[in-house]
């Protein structure tokens, strides 16, 4: 059964930074499609940064010139480098990943706290 393991969360002052890591565990097949999702309280669920098999990444227009995306094919890790953090940025952060080829799978992280005080 795939699996994914975060770490990295945590809190942080207004400007500080942050590294997400989402582990894929359980899988001998890389997921085609990890992204990184947040819910802060009271709010949707919102698509925060993606990245595609062949690299492709794309980022919310909230933390663009801010955040950074990159994997590691060895260790089957993606990783959300957060920069220049706000206060706005508060939120649980939930890692998907994704195949659709078999063996394919739909995965989500048990979430990560990240805390940004102002």
């Known amino acids: 059964q795939v699996q994914l393991v975060e770490s990295g969360g945590g809190l942080v002052q207004a400007g500080g930074s942050l590294r997400l890591a989402c582990e894929v565990q359980?899988?001998?097949?890389?997921?085609?499609?990890v992204a990184w999702y947040r819910q802060a309280p009271g709010k949707q669920r919102e698509l925060v940064a993606s990245i595609t098999v062949d690299n492709t990444r794309n980022f919310a227009d909230s933390v663009k010139g801010r955040f950074a995306m990159f994997r590691d094919n060895i260790k089957d890790a993606v990783y959300l480098q957060m920069n220049a953090l706000q206060f706005e940025d508060t939120a649980v952060y939930y890692c998907?990943?994704?195949?659709?080829?078999?063996?394919?799978?739909?995965?989500w992280g048990q979430g990560t706290q990240v805390t940004v005080s102002s």
């Open positions: 359980g899988s001998h097949s890389r997921a085609t499609f």
């Open positions: 998907n990943a994704k195949r659709e080829i078999q063996p394919s799978f739909d995965t």
